[in-house]
Every structure is written in C-alpha cells, then in structure tokens.
C-alpha cells in the first residue's frame, strides 16, 4: 500500500515570496491534516480537511496561508507572502474518518522542508 | 486546550539498553499514538493505543487512561532507534492532534 506523498521535498524561497506544497493521502482515506513542524518542537495542525470540506482551520494563519482539498483526494497548501518564521517542515497526513476503532490513526508523509531567506 | 508532557527530553543509551519513554496528558483522550521521528525527519507510526497495552518487536506500549500517562518501552535498544519519540493525542469530539515536545533518543554502539 503506498503511502503519504508529498512534494517538492525541499523548497528555498525568499521572503515576500508565494510557495506551494501538493500532498496526495493514502487511497480511501477521507481525512487529510496539515501540519507544520518548527525545528525542535512538535508537529502543529494548521488544517485539517474531512473528504473535501474543511474540519478544523483554527490555527491556519488565514492571511498569508490557504488550503484546498477541492475533489477530496489530493490536496495543495500555499504561503502568500512568506515570512522568515514561515521556515519549517511541513507534514501532511491521512487517516480512514470513521468511528471505528483506529479509523483516526494519522499515518504521515515524508514532509517539505521550507526555508524562507 | 489538552497539555502533553513527555520525559525526559534527552536520553542517551548504549546498544543494547532498556529504556522507557513517559507522556502525561492534561484530560481524557480518544486517540493517543506514539511516533518515531527518524534523522531524515519522517513520522513513523509505532502504536496506536488510547488505552491497555501493546506489543511490537523489541516495543510496547501502555496506556492507562484514567490516570492520563502511557509509557512508551523499548528493550534492548539498537543504533537505529535513535531520533525523536512523539507522544500524540487528540479528545473526544475533536481529532485536533496535540503533540507532545518529544523525547530524543541517542543510541551509542
């Protein structure tokens, strides 16, 4: 079964500058998250997406940051401008959706290194 | 919002060590799970466990929920579990993923 994807995998920009990252989740899964992960800390939700609509959006910077998941599969997440403290990983992940045991288990891709200059 | 604390921060081992991995959660959970993070950076799944025990290989888990900790063992430990160990939980009616700061792992050969 293939896993989360993700591109590009590194990305250099300089700040005031647009970026874009593409995830495609694992087949079937309904839930999509975005996070971002600042170095030496832990992975924060910006987004996360049920199908094609959007669940929880409350710590998506919404002036500079946007999502879409616009067929409910893959999924594109764009800085406009980006700003220095914008540097960091950003991981997406997948999860079945559901109420079954384990349906919310989050499994991650390999995630875009950002560095904004 | 829900804390998580993970202890300690830092953990160096020589091959072959035991060694267990503690993360406290500030309220009842519906989702808990453990994470390797290896040194290129990519999240590896190692248990899903919001309450009871597991076990995986050389790896367990525990979770008790009525008390808010689940502790993560790794028993005779080799280079390659070396990187960060992320506890993960969410609360009910809310799949807001709150990760802990993590527990990075060094294993000396």
């Known amino acids: 079964e293939a896993g989360v994807a993700q591109s590009p995998r590194y990305k250099i920009i300089e700040k005031r500058q647009s970026v874009a990252f593409w995830c495609n989740p694992i087949s079937g899964h309904a839930t999509l998250y975005w996070y971002q992960q600042i170095l030496g800390q832990g992975p924060k939700l910006l987004i996360q997406f049920q199908n094609n609509g959007v669940v929880d959006d409350s710590q998506l910077p919404k002036d500079r940051f946007s999502a879409e998941r616009l067929k409910g599969v893959d999924s594109t997440l764009k800085i406009q401008p980006a700003k220095l403290e914008d540097s960091a990983v950003y991981l997406c992940?997948?999860?079945?959706?559901?109420?079954?045991?384990?349906?919310?288990?989050?499994?991650f891709g390999p995630g875009t290194r950002l560095t904004v200059l | 919002g829900i804390q998580v604390e993970q202890s300690p921060p830092d953990l160096i081992l020589q091959e072959g060590a035991n060694s267990t991995l503690r993360c406290n959660f500030s309220d009842s959970v519906n989702n808990l799970q453990w994470f390797h993070q290896n040194p290129w950076g990519q999240l590896i799944n190692l248990f899903y466990i919001p309450s009871g025990t597991k076990q995986n290989g050389r790896l367990s888990a525990t979770t008790v929920a009525t008390e808010r900790y689940s502790l993560l063992y790794i028993s005779s430990s080799q280079t390659t579990d070396s990187g960060v160990y992320f506890c993960a939980v969410s609360w009910y009616n809310n799949n807001d993923m709150r990760f802990g700061a993590g527990t990075r792992l060094t294993v000396k050969p």
């Open positions: 992940a997948s999860s079945l959706g559901g109420r079954g045991e384990g349906t919310d288990t989050q499994y």
